[in-house]
């Protein structure tokens, strides 16, 4: 298994009907285990043009990995793998799925006595089981990083771990796979998108100009797209530009020698933790709080983006609150409830997130420490 050799360099096989060319890429001899969530890929044909594509190999099914993918899920899958003595995972699905399979790739090869460690104490990762992706879900960025996120359903602790072991050999991005989406999950990962950049660029006035202006253009892009790809119908154009936005928003590329932060990120998995939120809706609901309490701090970037990315006149006296509130209201226009209110969420949560944070022992909630444990209850008393 750890011999596995991976012959073909190519990384994303983006386009119309790039599920057939998966029995190319993936080597036989290896027993393929293919990972997918609640069944949406049974009903949009997904599955079957998989499996049609890997009829030459050995293929063993498991499903039923959940969103926000649970470790006790994941142990039934990793006891299977070592059964079975797979040699490649196949994840088909969106984020929850890759993450849930990368978790399952390092988990097999631990040594260690509790895998959970890798999450939970940042153990380290020597080897994993070679993964692959195909993505029905633009959103994570998964499919081309390092990362995953899993969840404890018995404590409530939602936490990730990243590993070069478990980026993904190749992964297959077919835009017709995301016409099955529900419009709520395209908002979702418009938004996931969007606020994977505004990590990567809200921070400092860093003065590297190519990446802030990456960071832009995908931004503005989302700004444009977003309205369209919830309302109308799908379209192979704005569906491709929509799936490559999103995993150019997290492949490492904008983020690469610049600050990053992730605060809005560490607050928002605690909401999920908590309630159960969808990502992306802690993301719309925590982000608006983060630019107000770092409005005086983060001044310059932040007009920066009022000006370049909303067209708002940084001379105005209101230009940063402008850019928050255009922010909020672009979040609302593809129909997500940006207030913790709106979610039945009150005042003990904030108590609850703000107890963990000091609990962990952490200062700075993110790359920056101008969003730490002192103002996170002030950043969400604002989302109120
Ligand atoms: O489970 P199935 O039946 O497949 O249905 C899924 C699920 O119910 C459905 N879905 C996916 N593709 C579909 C579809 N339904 C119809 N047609 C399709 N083509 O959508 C639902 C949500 O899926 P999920 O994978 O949970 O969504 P997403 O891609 O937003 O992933 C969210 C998870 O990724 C983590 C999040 O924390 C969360 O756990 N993240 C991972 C990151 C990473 N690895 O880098 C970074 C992100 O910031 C994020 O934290
Ligand atoms: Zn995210």
């Known amino acids: 298994m750890e011999n596995f050799n991976y012959h073909n360099p190519v990384h994303v096989l983006f386009g119309k009907g790039t599920i057939a060319g998966i029995g190319k890429v993936i080597p036989r001899g290896f027993k393929v285990m293919l990972t997918y969530g609640g069944g949406s890929i049974k009903q949009n044909g997904v599955h079957e043009q998989v499996t049609r594509a890997l009829r030459d190999h050995e293929v063993v099914e498991f499903g039923g990995i959940e969103p926000n993918p649970c470790l006790e899920t994941l142990t039934l899958a990793v006891e299977r793998a070592r059964r079975e003595n797979i040699g490649f995972l196949l994840a088909v699905g969106g984020g929850s799925v890759i993450d849930g399979t990368k978790y399952i790739a390092a988990a097999s090869c631990f040594r260690g006595a509790d895998p959970w460690d890798i999450v939970a104490k940042g153990a380290r990762v020597d080897a994993a089981l070679p993964l692959a992706a195909v993505l029905t879900l633009p959103a ?208 003990e949560t904030i108590d609850r997130v703000v107890h963990r944070f000091r609990e962990r022992g952490v200062y700075a909630l993110g790359g920056l420490d101008d969003v730490n444990v002192d103002n996170a209850r002030e950043t969400l008393a604002t989302r109120l």
């Open 140 to 347: 994570t960025g998964s499919e081309m990083n390092c990362n995953s996120v899993i969840t404890r359903r018995a404590t409530r602790e939602k936490l990730s771990f990243s590993s070069r072991h478990v980026f993904p050999r190749f992964s297959v991005l077919d835009p017709e796979t995301t016409y099955s989406l529900p419009r709520h999950q395209v908002a979702n990962g418009v938004i996931d998108a969007f606020v994977h950049v505004m990590e990567q660029y809200y921070t400092s006035r860093h003065g590297d100009e190519i990446q802030d202006r990456f960071s832009e253009g995908i931004l503005k892009t989302l700004v444009e797209l977003g309205p369209r790809l919830v309302d109308e119908e799908p379209e192979y154009q704005s569906r491709a530009t929509f799936t490559w936005a999103a995993t150019v928003a997290l492949n490492g590329l904008i983020g690469c020698g610049v600050p990053q932060d992730w605060a809005t990120h560490h607050i928002g998995h605690e909401l999920t933790a908590f309630h159960g939120l969808d990502h992306g809706v802690t993301l719309a609901i925590v982000l608006p709080g983060v630019m107000q309490v770092t409005a005086g701090s983060r001044r310059g970037k932040l007009l920066q983006y009022a000006e370049r990315v909303w067209g708002i006149d940084p001379a105005r006296p209101d230009a940063a609150g402008l850019a928050i509130e255009r922010t909020e209201r672009f979040f609302q226009r593809l129909g997500v409830k940006t207030r913790l209110s709106d979610h039945g969420i009150g005042a």
